[in-house]
C-alpha cells in the first residue's frame, strides 16, 4: 500500500468509528480520537518529554506518514512482549502517550530518526487494524496541574527525588547536567516524576507501570524507588570502574616507565633486563648439550619468552622452566671405577659384616666391566630393621662406582605429582622428586637412593607406587615421561636403590621390578666390633674427645648392648654411647677430672638405670606360658603367650590387641587341644565347664600373623595338662586343626633374636630348614635349632613331666551328669 492511499484508509476509518464512537462523547465535550500507532519495543515517551526514536519497522514508518500528512500527531503504546515481531492488537498496553512529531530524517539503512514530544497519558479504547498500520482509539487521561506547595507532602519527596536524581547524573555523565536542570524547573511531582522515569535505564514494563499510575504524588514515590535501585548500580558500577581505572593507571604508568628506562638503556648502548635475561638463557642454550626433542621445546619457549611483554605474568613460569631444561643432565656422565680391589676397599672400610649385600655390589662392577653397556642395570631393594646400615650402604656403593649420590625420601607421598611433577598449567608447578633428584646429581649415571619406599601411601590424588613403576622398569624408564617437562628424559644409566624395613607393604608389581638383598639384624659380636671400628671413633670426633683418649672396654660395651638397647640395628646404641661422651666431654670442658675409662660399673651414672634385663624375661618353667619369637619392622623379637583357665561355660577369650589371623590361629590350637584331648591326658567334658583366656603381654602393641600357633597350642596345653613349659626354649610355627606345623616367615631375624635374649633351644617348622644357610655361622653358638613337623614332637621338646614345677592349682570342675546318661552309656 502506498503513502497516500494508506492516509486516505485511514482518513476514511477516522470517520466511521467517529459515528459510531458519538455516545462516548465526555461531558465537557471532548470525545474519543482515532490517531495512528507508533509501535515502541524498548522504550517508552513520557507527557512533555521530547525524546529521539529509531524507528524501523514497517508499520511504524507508514503510521509515521499518515501522521506527517496530517497533523503529526501519533499515540506512542508500549509493547508488552518486546521479542514479538508481529503483535496483535491485544498484544499493547491499554495506555500510551499522545505525541506530536517535532522531526524527521530518513537514514541510508531505510530506518528513521523522530524527535517526538510527549503531550498527554491517553487511554486506548480499541484498537483498528486496517491497511498496513494499527490505529487506536484513544480517550484522554486528564491529570491535576497543581504546584508542589498545594499538595500535601509534595515538596519533602520531590527534595529527596532531586537529591537522589543529582547524584545519579553525577555518577552517570550520559544523563547530562541538562537533564538535572530540568528537573530542578519542574514545578508539581507528576511532572518530575515523569522527567526522572524518561531518564532512568529501567525496564519497559517498569516504566509502564509509572505511566499507569494516574495520581503524581503515588507516581513520584515510584519513581524514587527506581531511582534508588538504578542508584545503587551505578554506585556500584563506579566503584567497580575506579579500581579498574586505578590498575590500569598503575599498569599504564609502569608501561610508560618501562619504555623511557628502555630508550635510556638504548641510549647508553644497554639492553633491558628482559633482553640480558633472554640472550643468557639463549648462550647457555646453545652451549648445553640438549637431545633434539628437548632442544625444540625449549627453542620454541625461548622465542615466547622474547616475544612477551616485560610485565606479563608468564615469564617467570617460562623462564623457570627453560633454566629447568638447561641445567639437567642430559649427556654429562661420571666414568665408572672398575677396580674390583678398590670397590671391595671401600666397602670394608665403611662397613662391617653385610656379605650378601657386598657380594651383589661386587658381582654387579665385574659384569659391567665385562658386558660394558650391554648389561641392564639392576634395581636394587634393601630390606631389613631401621638401623643395620641400608642408607650408608647406597652412599658406599656411590663411592666405589665413583659416582654422584642423590637420596631421595619417598616416605609418606601420597600424591603421584611428587613421582612424575605437576603440570605447568598449575601454579607453582615444579617437577617431580626424580627429575629434582638428577638436576641435583649434574650426572646421567648417579646412584638415586629411594628411602622408605614401604611407607608410600595413596589417596585420591593417585598412587605414587604406580609411578614408580615406570622409573624402575628398564624396559620403561629410557623414556621417562615428567609431567612438567612435556619431554622424554632417560633414567637407564641410574643406579636405584631402594630401602623398606618390610616387603609386606610394597605392591607387587614394584617388587617383582627390585632385586630384595635383606640386612638382618646384627649379632652382639657384630655390634661389638662395630662400636670399636665406627661409633666410638666417631663420637669421640664429633663431642671433641679425640684427644682425651676416652675407653670403652668390651665388657662396658657389652653391658650398654644387653642392658641399655634392645633393637636390630645399632642406632639407639650410638645414641647411648654419645651421651656418655657428652656427659665426660662436659666435665672436660668444666675443667673438672674427667675419666678416661668408662667401666661397666659406672654406666648407672651416665645412663641411669639399665632399661631392659639380658637374658629370658620369665623367672623359670611355668605352667600356662610359653616363648614365641615375632617378627617386626625392628628386627625379631620374643613374645609370650599366657593362659588361665576358670570356671566357665566354655568360652574362650583372647587379648592383647590381636588381629584377625592370629585370633584364629588361637582358635585353631584350642580346636587341636580338643580333638586329641584323649591323647593328650585331658578329660574332653573340661572344657565345657571352662572358660579359657589367653592372653599375649605389652597389649598396647598391635600383634598379628600365624607364626604364634604352636607358641599359643603349646601355652594351652601345658595350662590344661599341668605340665609346665621348659622357660630356655623359643618357638615359631603355624598350626594346622591336624596338629601340623607350616612354614612361616622372617626366621632369620627371629633366630637372632633369640640368640639376644639367651635362648638355648629354637622350634622351628621343618619346612623353613633350607633358610639356615642365610643364618650367620656365629648365630648358631650356642644355639639349638629343632626342626618340627608336627605338634607331637612340638610338646616332647618344651613339656616337662606333670608335677615337676609347683604353681597354681589346675581348675577342674566334673560336669554332674543324669544317672540315666551314665546307665544308659554303660548299656551302649
Not at 139 to 146: L, Y
Not at 338 to 361: P, T, W
Not at 379 to 397: D, H, Q, W
Request: glycine share 8%; with cysteine.
Amino acid at each position: 500500500m502506498t503513502n497516500a492511499s494508506s492516509g486516505i484508509a485511514w482518513i476514511d476509518t477516522l470517520a466511521r468509528v467517529s459515528d459510531a464512537s458519538a455516545d462516548l462523547a465526555r461531558a465537557d465535550g471532548d470525545g474519543p480520537a482515532l490517531y495512528p500507532v507508533l509501535q515502541l519495543r524498548s522504550d517508552l515517551v513520557f507527557p512533555r518529554m521530547v525524546t529521539p526514536l529509531m524507528v524501523g519497522r514497517e508499520e511504524s514508518l507508514i503510521a509515521i506518514e499518515v501522521a506527517m500528512d496530517q497533523d503529526h500527531v501519533l499515540v506512542a503504546v508500549g509493547q508488552r512482549d518486546p521479542s514479538d515481531q508481529a503483535p496483535s492488537s491485544e498484544d499493547f498496553y491499554s495506555v500510551g502517550v499522545e505525541v506530536k512529531i517535532l522531526r524527521q530524517l530518513r537514514m541510508p539503512d531505510g530506518s528513521t530518526s523522530i524527535l517526538v514530544q510527549g503531550r498527554e497519558r491517553v487511554k486506548v479504547v480499541q484498537m483498528v487494524e486496517e491497511g498496513s498500520f494499527l490505529s487506536a482509539v484513544v480517550e484522554t487521561i486528564w491529570e491535576p496541574t497543581q504546584d508542589s506547595s498545594v499538595i500535601s507532602g509534595a515538596e519533602p519527596l520531590m527534595r529527596a527525588a532531586l537529591k537522589m536524581f543529582e547524584r545519579c547524573v553525577v555518577l552517570n555523565p550520559a544523563l547530562g547536567d541538562e537533564a538535572y536542570v530540568a528537573a530542578l524547573n519542574a514545578s508539581d511531582p507528576g511532572w518530575l516524576a515523569d522527567l526522572i522515569a524518561s531518564a532512568l535505564s529501567a525496564d519497559l514494563a517498569a516504566k509502564q507501570e509509572i505511566l499507569e499510575t494516574f495520581d503524581p504524588l503515588e507516581r513520584l514515590q515510584r519513581v524514587t524507588v527506581l531511582l534508588g535501585r538504578d542508584l545503587d548500580l551505578l554506585e556500584l558500577e563506579a566503584r567497580i570502574r575506579s579500581r579498574v581505572q586505578d590498575e590500569l593507571d598503575k599498569s599504564q604508568r609502569e608501561y610508560f616507565l618501562r619504555e623511557q628506562l628502555r630508550a635510556i638503556q638504548r641510549e647508553l648502548g644497554e639492553s633491558d633486563e628482559q633482553g640480558r635475561e633472554v640472550a643468557d638463557l639463549r648462550h647457555k642454550l646453545q652451549v648445553a648439550d640438549l637431545p633434539p626433542l628437548a632442544r625444540a621445546k625449549a627453542e620454541e619457549e625461548l622465542r615466547r619468552l622474547s616475544t612477551m611483554p616485560p610485565f606479563a605474568p608468564e615469564i617467570s613460569m617460562v623462564r623457570t622452566y627453560l633454566e629447568w631444561l638447561i641445567d639437567l643432565p642430559w649427556r654429562q656422565a661420571t666414568e665408572d671405577n672398575m677396580d674390583l680391589q678398590h670397590a671391595a676397599s671401600v666397602l670394608a672400610e665403611n662397613h662391617y659384616g653385610l656379605q650378601e649385600a657386598k657380594d651383589r655390589i661386587l658381582e654387579h662392577i665385574a659384569v659391567r666391566k665385562l658386558a660394558g653397556d650391554k648389561m641392564r642395570t639392576p634395581i636394587l631393594c634393601l630390606v631389613g630393621p631401621p638401623g643395620t646400615g641400608k642408607t650408608s650402604m647406597g652412599r658406599s656403593v656411590a663411592q666405589a662406582l665413583g659416582r654422584k649420590f642423590v637420596r631421595v625420601s619417598i616416605g609418606g607421598v601420597r600424591d603421584e605429582a611428587e613421582i612424575r611433577g605437576h603440570r605447568r598449567t598449575y601454579v607453582g608447578s615444579m617437577p617431580g622428586r626424580i627429575i629434582q633428584a638428577m638436576r641435583t646429581a649434574g650426572t646421567v649415571n648417579p646412584v638415586v637412593m629411594l628411602d622408605e619406599v614401604d611407607k608410600l601411601g595413596q589417596d585420591v590424588r593417585g598412587d605414587p607406587s604406580a609411578a614408580l613403576l615406570e622409573v624402575l622398569d628398564p624396559e620403561q624408564n629410557h623414556e621417562f615421561f615428567d609431567h612438567y617437562l612435556d619431554v622424554p628424559y632417560d633414567l637407564s644409566q641410574v643406579l636405584f636403590i631402594t630401602t623398606a624395613n618390610l616387603l609386606d607393604y610394597i605392591p607387587g608389581p614394584l617388587e617383582d621390578r627390585m632385586e630384595v638383598i635383606r640386612f638382618p639384624g646384627y649379632l652382639e659380636e657384630e655390634k661389638l666390633e662395630i662400636a670399636r671400628q665406627f661409633l666410638v671413633p666417631r663420637q669421640l670426633e664429633q663431642t671433641g674427645l679425640a684427644n682425651h683418649r676416652l675407653v670403652f672396654p668390651d665388657t662396658t660395651l657389652k653391658t650398654i648392648i644387653r642392658e641399655y638397647t634392645y633393637e636390630a640395628g645399632l642406632r639407639h646404641f650410638e645414641r647411648q654411647l654419645a651421651k656418655v661422651c657428652r656427659k665426660v666431654a662436659r666435665r672436660v670442658a668444666e675443667g673438672r677430672n674427667a675419666p678416661r675409662r668408662i667401666n661397666a660399673a659406672r654406666l648407672p651414672k651416665y645412663l641411669g638405670p639399665p632399661d631392659y634385663e639380658f637374658g629370658l624375661q620369665e623367672g623359670g618353667d611355668s605352667i600356662g606360658v610359653a616363648t614365641g619369637l615375632a617378627w617386626t619392622e625392628a628386627g625379631g623379637d620374643l613374645v609370650h603367650v599366657e593362659v588361665t583357665l576358670m570356671v566357665g561355660k566354655g568360652n574362650l577369650q583372647l587379648t592383647g590387641q590381636l588381629g584377625e589371623i592370629m585370633q584364629e590361629s588361637g582358635q585353631a590350637a584350642l580346636s587341636y587341644a580338643r580333638a586329641h584331648a584323649p591323647d593328650l591326658g585331658i578329660d574332653p567334658e573340661e572344657f565345657d565347664d571352662l572358660d579359657i583366656h589367653i592372653h599375649l603381654p605389652e597389649g598396647a602393641i598391635p600383634k598379628d600373623g600365624p607364626s604364634a600357633g604352636i607358641t599359643i597350642a603349646t601355652a594351652l596345653i601345658s595350662a590344661l595338662t599341668g605340665r609346665a613349659v621348659r622357660r630356655d626354649v623359643a618357638m615359631t610355627g603355624e598350626i594346622t586343626l591336624r596338629g601340623r606345623v607350616l612354614a612361616v616367615g622372617g626366621l632369620k631375624e627371629k633366630i637372632l633374636a633369640a640368640h639376644r635374649a639367651g635362648v638355648k633351644i629354637v622350634l622351628f617348622p621343618k619346612k623353613n630348614e633350607k633358610g639356615l644357610v642365610e643364618l650367620p655361622p656365629r648365630a648358631r653358638r650356642g644355639l639349638e635349632l629343632v626342626p618340627v613337623e608336627d605338634m607331637n614332637q612340638v610338646l616332647e621338646r618344651v613339656l616337662l613331666p606333670a608335677g615337676t614345677v609347683e604353681d597354681a592349682p589346675r581348675v577342674r570342675r566334673r560336669r554332674q551328669r543324669p544317672a540315666d546318661d551314665s546307665a544308659g552309656e554303660e548299656d551302649s
